[in-house]
């Protein structure tokens, strides 16, 4: 059997779905950014090669870069290369050490994400987004995680996923701090120290992760330090008599070494005397373990059921019995901000539906998009118009309609004004209901590029995210038209956990190529 099948086979097996843990071998994969010693190399700029504080803190790295911040610092205050950051951030420098970290965040914030999309990987990343992993744990600093994985919440740091109600679904763990918030690092010696103090109530935290779901390790050395740490924590929680639970739930992808060949075996990494079970696959081809991890996936989107978690949560402990109860799109729970709970998320399976049904009767939302992308079905307008749009679009305003109302003649607001057509809720559309406040920040940051230079820099995801944002007459038609073409399979919800904003970007399309 080959990787991708015996993987299949492990995540098949169990009840939950998997977690990613992430390392930095990750992001030197996909964003060929250094190692940690290459990473504080860049920033040994006082007249000392990092070799001297490596060699000062007998090799202890974390100690070196206690060392190298305080010369950072000192260097930092007074060099013309960092008049603008000092400027700019004099007033976040909280100590000896905040100099560094704010020079090292922001030089992992502008590293080019979407490069990654033009290397030998891209075949990859275009796999690895489309996952629907139930969540992410990492101590990575980088924002190139959420970046693939746009909608998972994300929390930084140990004491933001200690004081919070993590839900296990759709969210991304940074337990060593994030570069969008420079104090959040696990830097220094000092920070270690810190961390490995709290690990155990992490470890707490997270041990219903490591056992009730499969935890693939990217980026990671067995004998990894961070790793073995926490992996001691959570041994020690759950006592030596418990660690068969954990068995082929641990999963290390390495890459082959010299005269390796790929393949998936068991083995153990021994802690303390205690030997931990661990499923280990080598491969240099990481496509075979996203596929995987993509047979086993959810036909409902990680965010849409983290949301719904959280509020029945949140409904069960509080003490006020009139709580909210709504029925909502399943494409716009992004903007209900005033619902405590939503109920009834299901996937509607074209199966179920009454198969005497012909016509335009048995015709849905992508039967519509697939014509509005290729115009070949020759639907009648008319048809649709009376037969379609109110029944396909019954849970969802994000139809395409005004190519069928053009057919009819009608192509402007008047028109459509006059003729009577119940069709307000899908016609009466501003262009800034199809962006999603979520993505405002990311598209801020590329606000200056193109259509085309947003498609090409980034995942389809980000790209159907951040297109609505662009102006009207920055937004190409014709190439539009071709990119909703080339991704026509990701507008259904069980091929893609994006199909939302495709099909949002679709009745865009819709509006600005036949609306008024």
Same mark, same amino acid.
């Given at each position: 059997?080959?990787?991708?099948?015996?993987?299949?086979?492990?995540?098949?097996?169990?009840?939950?779905?998997?977690?990613?843990?992430?390392?930095?071998?990750?992001?030197?994969?996909?964003?060929?950014?250094?190692?940690?010693?290459?990473?504080?190399?860049?920033?040994?700029?006082?007249?000392?090669?990092?070799?001297?504080?490596?060699?000062?803190?007998?090799?202890?790295?974390?100690?070196?870069?206690?060392?190298?911040?305080?010369?950072?610092?000192?260097?930092?205050?007074?060099?013309?290369?960092?008049?603008?950051? &000092?400027?700019?951030?004099?007033?976040? !420098?909280?100590?000896?050490? @905040?100099?560094?970290? #704010?020079? *090292? +965040?922001?030089? /992992?914030?502008?590293?080019?994400?979407?490069?990654?999309?033009?290397?030998?990987?891209?075949?990859?990343?275009?796999?690895?987004?489309?996952?629907?992993?139930?969540?992410?744990?990492?101590?990575?600093?980088?924002?190139?995680?959420?970046?693939?994985?746009?909608?998972?919440?994300?929390?930084?740091?140990?004491?933001?996923?200690?004081?919070?109600?993590?839900?296990?679904?759709?969210?991304?763990?940074?337990?060593?701090?994030?570069?969008?918030?420079?104090?959040?690092?696990?830097?220094?010696?000092?920070?270690?120290?810190?961390?490995?103090?709290?690990?155990?109530?992490?470890?707490?935290?997270?041990?219903? &992760?490591?056992?009730?779901?499969?935890? !693939?390790?990217?980026?990671? @050395?067995?004998?990894? #330090?961070? *790793? +073995?740490?926490? /992996?001691?924590?959570?041994?020690?929680?759950?006592?030596?008599?418990?660690?068969?639970?954990?068995?082929?739930?641990?999963?290390?992808?390495?890459?082959?070494?010299?005269?390796?060949?790929?393949?998936?075996?068991?083995?153990?990494?021994?802690?303390?005397?205690?030997?931990?079970?661990?499923?280990?696959?080598?491969?240099?081809?990481?496509?075979?373990?996203?596929?995987?991890?993509?047979?086993?996936?959810?036909?409902?989107?990680?965010?849409?059921?983290?949301?719904?978690?959280?509020?029945?949560?949140?409904?069960?402990?509080?003490?006020?019995?009139?709580?909210?109860l709504s029925v909502v799109d399943i494409d716009a729970i992004d903007q209900k901000e005033d619902v405590e709970f939503l109920v009834g998320v299901?996937?509607?399976?074209?199966?179920?539906?009454?198969?005497?049904?012909?016509?335009?009767?048995?015709?849905?939302?992508?039967?519509?998009?697939?014509?509005?992308?290729?115009?070949?079905?020759?639907?009648?307008?008319?048809?649709?118009?009376?037969?379609?749009?109110?029944?396909?679009?019954?849970?969802?305003?994000?139809?395409?309609?005004?190519?069928?109302?053009?057919?009819?003649?009608?192509?402007?607001?008047?028109?459509?004004?006059?003729?009577?057509?119940?069709?307000?809720?899908?016609?009466?559309?501003?262009?800034?209901?199809?962006?999603?406040?979520?993505?405002?920040?990311?598209?801020?940051?590329?606000?200056?590029?193109?259509?085309?230079?947003?498609?090409?820099?980034?995942?389809?995801?980000?790209?159907?995210?951040?297109?609505?944002?662009?102006?009207?007459?920055?937004?190409?038609?014709?190439?539009?038209?071709?990119?909703?073409?080339?991704?026509?399979?990701?507008?259904?919800?069980?091929?893609?956990?994006?199909?939302?904003?495709?099909?949002?970007?679709?009745?865009?399309?819709?509006?600005?190529?036949?609306?008024?």
């Amino acid at each position: 059997m080959s990787v991708e099948d015996d993987l299949t086979e492990i995540l098949k097996s169990r009840h939950a779905g998997a977690f990613l843990f992430v390392g930095s071998g990750f992001s030197r994969r996909y964003l060929g950014l250094e190692d940690w010693v290459g990473l504080l190399s860049r920033f040994c700029v006082a007249g000392r090669p990092f070799g001297y504080y490596l060699t000062t803190a007998n090799g202890d790295v974390p100690a070196a870069a206690k060392l190298l911040a305080v010369d950072f610092n000192e260097y930092w205050w007074k060099a013309p290369e960092y008049a603008a950051s &000092v400027e700019r951030y004099q007033s976040r !420098v909280a100590d000896v050490s @905040s100099a560094l970290r #704010l020079e *090292v +965040s922001a030089y /992992l914030a502008g590293l080019d994400q979407a490069a990654s999309a033009n290397t030998e990987y891209s075949e990859e990343i275009k796999l690895l987004a489309s996952l629907n992993v139930d969540g992410i744990i990492t101590t990575n600093w980088d924002i190139f995680l959420e970046q693939l994985f746009p909608d998972y919440r994300k929390y930084i740091g140990q004491n933001e996923l200690l004081f919070s109600n993590p839900q296990e679904i759709g969210e991304i763990y940074k337990i060593h701090g994030c570069a969008s918030r420079p104090e959040s690092l696990v830097l220094t010696s000092d920070d270690y120290a810190a961390f490995h103090e709290k690990n155990p109530y992490l470890a707490a935290k997270l041990i219903t &992760v490591f056992v009730e779901h499969p935890v !693939v390790f990217l980026g990671y @050395s067995i004998s990894d #330090l961070n *790793v +073995s740490s926490l /992996l001691r924590s959570i041994t020690l929680c759950m006592g030596k008599d418990q660690i068969e639970q954990l068995r082929r739930n641990l999963i290390f992808v390495q890459r082959l070494k010299d005269g390796e060949t790929s393949g998936v075996s068991d083995t153990f990494l021994t802690i303390d005397g205690v030997q931990i079970p661990l499923v280990l696959v080598r491969t240099n081809d990481f496509s075979e373990v996203y596929r995987a991890l993509g047979s086993t996936k959810r036909k409902i989107p990680a965010r849409v059921l983290r949301y719904c978690k959280e509020q029945l949560y949140e409904l069960v402990r509080s003490l006020e019995p009139e709580k909210k109860l709504s029925v909502v799109d399943i494409d716009a729970i992004d903007q209900k901000e005033d619902v405590e709970f939503l109920v009834g998320v299901g996937v509607a399976s074209p199966e179920a539906a009454d198969i005497a049904k012909i016509g335009y009767e048995a015709i849905d939302v992508k039967d519509l998009i697939t014509d509005l992308v290729h115009d070949n079905r020759n639907y009648d307008p008319q048809q649709i118009i009376e037969s379609v749009i109110k029944r396909a679009g019954r849970n969802t305003k994000y139809v395409p309609v005004f190519k069928y109302l053009s057919g009819i003649g009608i192509t402007s607001k008047d028109s459509f004004q006059k003729s009577g057509l119940p069709l307000a809720k899908w016609v009466n559309r501003d262009l800034k209901e199809y962006r999603v406040k979520l993505y405002k920040a990311a598209f801020y940051k590329r606000r200056h590029e193109s259509m085309e230079e947003i498609i090409t820099g980034s995942t389809p995801e980000n790209a159907a995210t951040l297109i609505p944002f662009l102006a009207k007459e920055k937004i190409d038609l014709d190439r539009l038209r071709a990119f909703l073409e080339e991704h026509e399979d990701k507008i259904g919800y069980e091929n893609s956990n994006y199909a939302s904003y495709f099909r949002k970007l679709a009745a865009l399309y819709d509006q600005l190529r036949y609306g008024w």
